[in-house]
């Protein structure tokens, strides 16, 4: 009988009353407030993932999970790589030697870097390069630029590139940079124009002469993993004392935390919508129970119980936050679900590393965005409960 009475109470109370419109139209207010903030969170959240793992993942391809560096000259070499790839058989290996250089094609300079690899072990660490020489054949001079690069210099495939190296040579009286001309055989894109027009990749061999090298000498040695963090300490524990290994998270935590702590803010930013929309509620509420004292008041001197009345009034905010939530989680999927199916809004490639948004609503974010909204409306619900149950019975009657 008892939940009879609340629940005829909170339906009767729910309706529009043409006497007190605001009051309705508060409630109304409240719930459209609710289904803005959640949907706009799972969008925001899904987004914030979206980038963050498409900046993960392009930073891990051209900065490679991990890398085996050395601590001083001549500590990378065949011996090491061979004793490497027999430890850990699960893992892709591929050595590399690396120059600083000044990319010149007419007028034009751009500064890089120039990496000879193999580039069939190459191939086995970098889905980029893999992809951009598929069906060619690189000889000693031959270079690999990437896209950015091309357009900046309007390279076309065979084109001479003039590579200049910081290291400098002596030439009688006087010292003179290093040139070298290569010959564009391929273009990579990773989506970054950063790597794009910085890095370039010729072959081992032909890198290993212009730095005076020997065949067997490398400055660093490229790792694919699928577990880098896990690998990373194996093979810390049996590099030699001359060489070290490093995760290609280490070079990024500063960007990584920034966007993490980005993330966050925008969080508890976008979380105030739901809560000024919690503050509807309490208006909305605080007005019934003003307006219905009478009937509150009777109802407990009938032999209705305080918490009943409480009840309630927790009903009515519980079922309009939860309607609003409900409403905000069924348009926030539908907007994640359309802004990732149909190309409406295109990002410039040359900032971001993907032309379409990337959405990725984790199961955590989804559950700490529904739990937080309904914890917010249960909490703004109890104060108007609160103040119902205490309605002084003898002086509202007497006053009515």
Not at 52 to 75: C, H, R, W
Not at 274 to 280: D, G, P, S, Y
Not at 375 to 390: D, L, Q, R, T
Request: hydrophobic fraction near 50%; charge should be positive; aromatic fraction near 12%.
């Amino acid at each position: 009988m008892k939940t009879s009475i609340v629940s005829y109470l909170v339906k009767r109370f729910l309706r529009f009353d043409k006497e007190q419109p605001f009051i309705f139209l508060s409630a109304l207010l409240a719930f459209l407030g609710i289904t803005l903030g959640v949907m706009v969170l799972l969008i925001a959240m899904a987004l914030m993932n979206g980038f963050d793992k498409e900046f993960k993942k392009k930073l891990t391809i051209m900065n490679y999970p991990l890398t085996v560096i050395p601590k001083f000259y001549g500590a990378i070499n065949e011996n090491l790589l061979i004793d490497l790839e027999s430890r850990f058989p699960n893992l892709q290996f591929s050595p590399y030697v690396q120059s600083s250089v000044m990319i010149k094609s007419g007028s034009k300079l751009e500064g890089g870097y120039l990496f000879g690899v193999n580039f069939k072990d190459e191939a086995q660490v970098n889905s980029v390069l893999k992809k951009a020489i598929v069906g060619k054949d690189f000889h000693k001079f031959d270079v690999l630029i990437g896209k950015s690069l091309k357009e900046e210099f309007n390279l076309f495939i065979d084109d001479k590139l003039m590579y200049i190296f910081t290291s400098v040579e002596p030439g009688g009286l006087s010292i003179t940079p290093k040139l070298k001309r290569f010959k564009v055989r391929s273009v990579f894109d990773s989506g970054l124009s950063a790597y794009d027009k910085a890095y370039s990749y010729t072959t081992l061999e032909a890198l290993q002469i212009l730095m005076h090298m020997p065949s067997n000498m490398y400055d660093g040695i490229h790792i694919y993993s699928k577990n880098p963090r896990v690998d990373i300490k194996k093979i810390k524990n049996v590099l030699p004392i001359g060489a070290t290994v490093k995760g290609w998270w280490q070079d990024n935590l500063n960007f990584f935390a920034a966007m993490e702590m980005e993330k966050t803010s925008l969080f508890i930013v976008l979380m105030l919508i739901i809560l000024i929309a919690a503050v509807n509620i309490i208006s909305s509420l605080l007005m019934t129970v003003m307006n219905r004292r009478g009937e509150i008041a009777l109802l407990l001197s009938l032999g209705a119980t305080t918490t009943e009345i409480k009840k309630v009034f927790l009903y009515l905010g519980v079922i309009i936050g939860i309607g609003g939530i409900f409403a905000g989680v069924f348009l926030g999927l539908s907007g994640i679900w359309v802004l990732g199916t149909f190309d409406i809004i295109s990002l410039p490639k040359d900032v971001y590393p993907t032309t379409t948004l990337p959405l990725d609503l984790n199961t955590l974010d989804f559950f700490l965005i529904v739990l937080g909204a309904f914890g917010i409306v249960v909490g703004s619900s109890y104060y108007p409960a609160k103040k119902a149950s205490e309605v002084d019975i003898l002086t509202v009657l007497r006053n009515e």
